[in-house]
């Protein structure tokens, strides 16, 4: 911190500049009294370890304000809007987390005998109905962990379905350029190879482009809907027609579900596998790492493939498959035991809370809420595509054509006044691209905040303050951080300084 920002301690206000946990307390400090150990005959062989422990030694007071204030300087979506394009980064109801703490759902065991857990599978079957229902979709894979994992499912379902088939020679997957990265590296991770197709004009997949792409080397295309620019593939059923007649399989990346949810159909779009992000959709505390849960939907073309355990409505209880029968032909599991739990009870308890009207009505207010976004900041910021948008309003670099402000510049002016960026240069097919999903569960009043303070920047940026942009952030801990470096030079082990290893 320089200049007239500068504090003598290093603190602001009271936020408290902290070190690494290393680099406080002493190693000869603990926080408990143990009386030391009797003397008792060295069991270890002559392994036992002579150098210091190196942990470092605080009070548990100590310890807990220093995760306390880490914890404080991370932000959420409990802290504030968060505007990130693709997420959906919703509120998540507190009645979801309720319920997924009840004892008799939270301290479950998965070995336990199924008579004793007849609730918990209730809860998977009901939600298998759900989703079932909600898609129009043949059969449902609960057990992927998150999106990219239930593309993988779904892919490999089809992989199962072409060597069936005794299709082999089938190992090129088209993937529009718009794509999430994710679905190109699923399609490579199941041993496909990866063919991009153009997007039009108007920012949704080039349909000539696609039809011509189609032969008999192609196993399957991976198609978003609404897609990563923020609008509707409104050709779907002609091209999964064309895909099927190519004897290919269609996969549909869901990730976007949350605009159509209860307004459309799946199965009448001619979709063979989506998968179904319940943390985005179905409003699961998600990012920083998880849990998530990616059930995948499948058509009656996959259904047989379907991976390890199905869930089964037996007589007056419910069943959980572990092993083939009948003619299954599952191309194996996805994951130990039977997917995110407690991810499946939130999902559930959201659902069945909103009702089906209820979920109708949160997906038109998302688009409606992009649609406001697009509606305020349009004549500004220039949107990369004509016409209104689906749950996600996309602009690119346009606007700041000559201020010598970049879209990164924007992002990190927007932290200083107090809102998380949206999703920056993604998707790729635009320049600068600035992604901005609201969801519906935003206010009129913070979407207006948020509107007034992008306007307000971009009338800065446009006024020549370059400088007030290229600077920022000057409120955060760490002010600008040479993104690049952090990646290319990560610096992942602490060293203890020189001193210190000496005395050792
Ligand atoms: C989020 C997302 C994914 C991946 O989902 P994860 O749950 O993060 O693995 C895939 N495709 C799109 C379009 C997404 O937005």
Redesign the pocket.
Known sequence: MTGDMATVTGNRGLVIEEPLIFEQGSPAKCGVDLPDPADKPDRLGGLARSGAIGLPGLSEPEVVRHYTRLSQKNYAIDAGFYPLG??TMKHNPRLNERMARLPGFADLHPFQPQATVQGALAVMHHLSDWLLGLTGMEAVALSPA????G?LCGMQAVRAALDARGEDHRRTVLVPDSA?G??PATAALCGFKVRGIPGDATGRVDVAAFKAALDDTVAGVML?NPN?CGLFERDMVELAEAVHAAGAYFYL?G??FNAIVGRVKIADLGVDAMHI?L??TFSTPHGGGGP?A?PTVLSAALAPFAPLPHVVAEGDGVRLIEHIEGDMQPFGRMKGFHGQFGVFVRALSYMMSLGRDGLRQASGDAVLNANYLMARLGDTLTASFEGPCMHEALFDDRFLKGTGVSTLDFAKAMIDEGFHPMTMYFPLVVHGAMLMEPTETESRETLDAFCDAVLALAAKARAGDAAFFTEAPRHTPRRRLDETKAARTPVLRWEPPAPARAAE
């Open positions: 693709s997420c998150a999106g990219a994992h593309e999430h994710t679905n978003t990563t990346d990730a976007n992000n943390h985005k998530g990616g």
